[in-house]
């Protein structure tokens, strides 16, 4: 059905227990997406991306702990799935890319085996059958020779061939959403913009809707639909790409947009972010924000802002920012 997010999470809380208190790594966050789109989920390293990312895979190990929220993907809840459902959901529905491809492909068996036992083991094909997928898709994500690649084992391939080889994988069941996990920001920009090349057209051909973390706001413009900010374990802006980029409603949005180069503002120094990212230990619930915030006011030190809606399609938790907007809005 268009228009029906073919996954939505809602309330997603994730903590981590640890001897020096609880980390809340993902804080309360909710998000939806369709089929064939792209939210591209950006912010500062240590925000609590890839645990969002394992949270959806329901991938987290003690001493984390997924607290509360839903995950749904074609109406049903993934956290709630055992861990044998959720083995079967892993890659057929659902699949992941890391950014660094060591870790996730098998270092003793050979690209081939990996991408034909992934298909074999979730659907009834013959070996041939699987084998001839295998060969197709290494095709598809642009690398050569696929016949030689099937029998190499990834320490054989460069850091560019072994993500290709990973996103080939990733895509082997045609899963409905692919969580893309900083896939190129190991590599250099001219294989990085090949490998997002080819990542959108197996998209469009697959309909896979695209979850992209990345710190690069211009990875972001280029390949997503919509942008979720995250800021110490929460969303603090979400909508549309364009009218977030074009009306930037956060500080802290501002201040990330403001620190991008601009190839037409050759002579104006970049922004930093004045401050430091917040611990994750022990957070107090208001705007995290805040300390480093230069729009703050004193009600800013009450409870944590919630996302509110400023336009359609765009929310921003920040009172100063919903104030603002709501002048906007009130007729002259
Ligand atoms: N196994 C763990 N134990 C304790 N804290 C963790 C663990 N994994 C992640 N964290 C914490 O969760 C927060 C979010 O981390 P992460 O999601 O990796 O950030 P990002 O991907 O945005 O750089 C960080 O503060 C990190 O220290
Ligand atoms: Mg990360």
Do not use: W
Request: with cysteine; glycine share 8%.
């Amino acid at each position: 059905m268009p228009g029906e997010p073919v996954l939505a999470v809602d309330g997603l809380e994730t903590i981590f227990l640890t001897r020096h208190g609880v980390v809340k790594a993902v804080n309360g966050i909710s998000f939806a997406l369709e089929a064939g789109k792209t939210l591209g989920l950006v912010g500062e390293s240590g925000c609590g991306k890839t645990v969002t990312s394992l949270s959806l895979l329901g991938l987290i190990e003690p001493p984390g702990k997924i607290l509360s929220g839903e995950v749904r993907l074609n109406g049903y809840n993934l956290l709630s799935l055992s861990q044998k459902q959720l083995r079967q959901v892993r890659g057929k529905e659902i699949s992941l890319v890391f950014q660094n491809p060591m870790t996730s492909l098998n270092p003793v068996l050979t690209v081939g085996t990996q991408i034909i036992e992934t298909i074999i083991s979730h659907e009834r094909v013959s070996r041939a059958e699987a084998r001839q997928r295998a060969l197709d898709l290494l095709t598809r994500v642009g690398l050569p020779y696929p016949e030689k690649l099937m029998k190499c084992y990834p320490f054989q391939l460069s850091g560019g061939m072994r993500q290709r080889a990973m996103i080939a994988m990733a895509l082997a069941l045609h899963p409905k959403v692919l969580i893309a996990d900083e896939p190129t920001t190991a590599l250099d920009v001219t294989v990085q913009a090949q490998i997002l090349t080819e990542l959108r057209r197996l998209q469009t051909e697959f309909n896979t809707a695209i979850i992209l973390i990345t710190h690069d706001l211009g990875v972001v413009a280029e390949m997503a639909d919509e942008v979720a900010v995250m800021y110490a374990g929460s969303i603090v802006e979400y909508g549309g790409v364009i009218e977030v980029f074009e009306n930037p409603g956060h500080p802290y949005t501002r201040a990330l947009l403001r620190s991008v180069p601009h190839l037409d503002r050759k002579c104006e120094t970049l922004e930093h972010i004045q401050g430091q990212p917040p611990s994750l230990l022990n957070i107090p619930d208001r705007c995290a924000f805040l300390p480093r915030c230069p729009v703050a006011v004193g009600e800013c030190s009450g409870p944590r802002p919630p996302l509110e809606a400023v336009a359609s399609k765009h929310m921003v938790a920040c009172y100063q920012a919903c104030k603002v907007r709501a002048r906007e809005l009130q007729p002259a």
